[in-house]
């Protein structure tokens, strides 16, 4: 069965504090990996795709890294702003090309 | 630009009533989705939809029915109301599999 795990389920961080979120799965067919942020009360904001073990994407104080296992999400000197729930979600070719998405990582960054 | 946009944004039921939830998307695409987030679940699918006229059941789809009757539209229906399907939905589109998913803010249902 695909599965699709992050950790931690929460991590707080003093601003400034650089640190990571894991995104691991195991499926078969990998066919992308998404990343979105997610605000309270807000839907998910899509951040970046990855396609193939390897690639890297960066966005301002965010890069995304893939391997054939797992995906990391490295902030870098985080800013209270940076607060939100960070999601990931593969595509493979089990799965009916439907979204498989994890639990996601609530991020506090404290001033 | 307004994106994907979704009504109502909350809504109070009572079990055995009837819905519809409402998704509109402004960005010409193919494809739009159904899902539905619980805590500690995660978001899953509930249907989904390829293209004016299709429809297709996802993970969760029980007790849902949908309607694509226009390119922009995607409908989302509840017969009969349910406790269990107490949840957060959100409706996204994009141009298609591979591409990113555009969400909205999501309906907050209640069912008592």
């Known amino acids: 069965e695909d599965q699709v795990t992050q950790s931690p389920e929460a991590l707080r961080l003093q601003e400034g504090e650089s640190s990571s979120l894991n995104c691991s799965y195991t499926?078969?067919?990998?066919?992308?990996l998404f990343w979105y942020r997610q605000d309270p009360g807000k839907g998910p904001e899509f951040l970046f795709t990855l396609y193939s073990a390897g690639e890297e994407k960066e966005k301002e104080r965010l890069k995304a890294t893939l391997t054939k296992k797992e995906s990391f999400l490295h902030i870098t000197a985080p800013k209270p702003e940076d607060s939100a729930t960070y999601l990931c979600?593969?595509?493979?070719?089990?799965?009916?090309?439907?979204?498989?998405f994890g639990g996601g990582t609530r991020l506090m960054v404290k001033p | 630009n307004a994106g994907v946009t979704q009504t109502p944004k909350f809504r109070v039921l009572k079990t055995g009533q009837s819905m519809t939830l409402l998704c509109a998307q402004d960005?010409?695409?193919?494809?739009m989705y159904w899902y539905r987030q619980d805590p500690g679940m995660g978001l899953r699918l509930i249907h989904y939809s390829v293209g004016e006229g299709t429809t297709a059941k996802g993970e969760v789809p029980d007790g849902y029915n949908v309607s694509r009757l226009k390119k922009q539209n995607f409908l989302l229906g509840l017969e009969s109301a349910a406790p269990s399907q107490t949840s957060v939905y959100f409706c996204?589109?994009?141009?298609?599999?591979?591409?990113?998913?555009?969400f909205g803010d999501g309906t907050r249902l209640s069912i008592l």
């Open positions: 499926v078969s067919g990998l066919r992308g």
């Open positions: 979600a593969v595509l493979n070719n089990n799965a009916g090309n439907m979204l498989t």
């Open positions: 996204a589109s994009s141009y298609s599999f591979h591409q990113p998913q555009h």
């Open positions: 960005m010409n695409h193919e494809y």
